[in-house]
């Protein structure tokens, strides 16, 4: 809202001019002082006659302190002492930011939370006319709503639904200021804090539940393994060549990595014939590495 404004620079150079030229003429002794006198009342009444309104306002005139409508954008005239511009309303989007501090949530947790609310003047008259001061009434109003919806929810649900805690407060305001000739157009919850004991504690409980997880996950693969497992072992009990095909694939796989070690029970040794295979295995490494040797010193 922008308070009243009787001289512009129209005026003002209007005014400079009718007293320049009353000046001039006492000065010429064309007229005499008093004559002087009433050309600057003259100029100053005309002067005040003359307003200006940007182009995002509306000027409130009032007639002997009746309300007889609006005027601008723009140049506008009215009649000097009988009529007056109470203020120049702003229609353009306003930004009001909101603190809700130490506010209580539905399970008694306090919280820091701050908004802002995107509101503009629709109807200039019932602005003007049904409420005082409607900057701070929106104001007022939103930090209450604010209050009361943060009341409404859970902690849990106050950081996971904010856009439904905005709805709800964006409701609250419209249904208030609605009279007004305002409207509440968007309703953004910036930020929300919480108590510092609160977010560690929070913290560690959502660590504990990622590890729980983790071992819910570990666990279930386990068990896909051992059914897997279960499922193989149906295949290989009634057919042993393809049982002493897979130890053998087994053994090449473990042996052919250079300076590993493969622990294989005796057991296996004995029913796959492993032991013979492994030694030929490690014969033919010998007798190749022999035969490096060899070629290198021939050389």
Partial sequence: MKTTNYFNPVSVTLFCVLAAVCGALFYLQIINLQILGGGLL?????????HIADQWEKAVVLRMGKFTGLKGPGFFLIIPII????????QRVRVTSIKAE????????PVNVDAVV??????????????QDYEQAVTYIAQTGLRDTIGKYELSDLLSDRKKISSELQFILDEHTNPWGITCQNVGIRDIIIPKDLADSMSKQAQAQRERQARVILGTAETEIAEKFAEA???????????????????????????????????????MNLGAMGGLISLAKANE???SAQNGLGK
């Fill in 233 to 271: 072992s149906l295949q290989y009990i009634n057919n042993p060549v393809a049982l002493h095909l897979r130890g053998m694939n087994m053994l090449f796989e473990g042996l052919k990595e250079k300076g590993s070690m493969v622990i294989v029970p005796s057991s296996a040794l004995d029913s």
């Fill in 83 to 90: 009529d007056r511009v109470d203020n120049y309303i702003d």
């Fill in 42 to 50: 003259f100029s100053i009444l005309i002067a005040s006659s003359i």
């Fill in 102 to 109: 130490e506010t209580l949530t539905k399970d008694t947790v």
């Fill in 118 to 131: 995107y509101w503009t003047v629709w109807d200039v008259e019932k602005a003007a006319l049904e409420v």
């Fill in 289 to 291: 590495q022999e035969n």
